[in-house]
């Protein structure tokens, strides 16, 4: 059965936050954009099981909530208007690591703090107002359809969920697959006759515990976001706490290399409790649980190289996770598709002729991935159990950027330089200016320097 035959539509296969925004995009090319989800799409905000790592907390770097506000102007304030808690970036930040922690400053920019499948609801009901975008739920897809040469993707083969598994075929002029870090263009390419991308695959293994807590609206520890992250190699632990909608709290407990937290209660509260800093156990101790305590583990950062692939069939990309999934520590994946998306939308403003659209496009998007591969990876090779492509010089980087933390215990400027960096508005190397590392080396010695408040934000993907 063939549904259409437009030359202007284009599909996006998976309807999580990456397949959203990049309908978002798509939107403003196509005629008529056609979400695909396997999973029924629920009204209210929830995770569903094609994203289960919904249900941990997802912190959205400064960097990523400034590309989706340019897609939707009105999102912080139905952030807000929906619970979220929005402070200044470092003045609410309540950050130990090490042996301390971070100076708070003014930054100008904002923290995130929601769920997030609130925060996918919020761009899902925006992208869903858009004439030309429909979502079908319920609609898994098999397959890619090709010409009979197989040099260009033609649409998609779909099974129809909900009506017993009926197969349907849906012809398009731009397939983008956004099935997240299970993605099987891989295996559909070489389907197709065509090389599977290179792999980067770092393993860390990761493994997070959550849970959700009733929060009293009056507790003046709901305006900050806590974080206590270890140093490496000697402390393997995080743990962090936000405030989001509901007035809840979410806490997520994890480890690097095997030391995971446990799923009981007893033991979910000793590991909160043996943190260097007591923030994360204080909140919960006798705060109430509001949910059971959920785990997601993550063997490995992992990265596939579609930049380096000389041959691709023409109107087929694949974009977010199904690119690059990172160590979720580090908070970079919804950026990163954000970013992804913006490049995208450049180069379709561009006209970039569709012959050009997908090695124009891998090229941009590695190199908006380069930079939170390389923070993600770099701090995880601390631990000497990461295995994996380490890159090049990244000890002696290391070295330098454990004075940087430590710096950052109390000289604000230093402090600024670094959460630019990890919010992806600054390149890594802004930290070897001379003015930071002369800072960072002069040891300790308190600043009475007022900082810059930023007014503009710009994204290193720019
Ligand atoms: C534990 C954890 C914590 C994280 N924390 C953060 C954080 O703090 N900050 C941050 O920015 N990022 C975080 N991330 C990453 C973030 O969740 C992702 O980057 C983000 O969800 C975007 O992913 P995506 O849309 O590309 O893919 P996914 O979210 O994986 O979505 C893929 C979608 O495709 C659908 N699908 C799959 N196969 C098919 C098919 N064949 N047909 C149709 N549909 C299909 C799935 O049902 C799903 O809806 C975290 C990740 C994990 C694992």
Sequence with gaps: MTQSNSLTHAIVIGGSLGGLLTARVLSQHFQRVTILERDN?????????????????????????????????????????????????????????????????????KATMMSRPFLESLVRQRVLALPQVQLMDNCGVNRLLTSPDRQHVTGVEVELRHEGNQLLEVMADLVVDCTGRGSRAPQWLAGMGYDAPAVSEVKVDVAYATRLFRRDPADPRGQQWTLITPEAPRQTRFGAIFPIEGDRWIISLGGWHGDHPPTDEAGFLTFARSLPAPDVYEVIKNAEPISDIIQHKFPSSLRRHYEKLRRFPQGFLVLGDAISSFNPTYGQGMTSAALQAAKLDDLLTKRTPPEKLALAFFKRAAKVVDIPWQLAVGEDFR?????????????????????????????????????????????????????????????KRPSTETIPTLTSQTSVGD
């Design 383 to 443: 631990f000497p159990q990461t295995s994996g492509p380490k890159p090049p010089g990244v000890d002696f980087i290391n070295r330098y950027v454990a004075k940087v933390h430590r710096a950052t215990l109390h000289d604000p400027v230093v402090g600024l330089a670094l959460l630019k960096v990890m919010n992806l508005m600054a390149p890594p190397p802004s930290l070897f200016h001379p003015r930071i590392v002369w800072r960072v080396l002069r040891g």
């Design 41 to 109: 799409i629920p009204e209210q905000p929830m995770a569903r099981k094609g994203q289960p790592h919904t249900r941990h907390l997802h912190g959205l770097l400064a960097s990523g909530l400034e590309t989706m506000t340019r897609y939707f102007p009105d999102l912080p304030q139905s952030l807000i208007a929906g619970g979220a808690v929005m402070p200044d970036f470092a003045l609410g930040m309540n950050w130990y690591t090490g042996s301390g922690y971070r100076q708070r400053f003014p930054m100008g920019v």
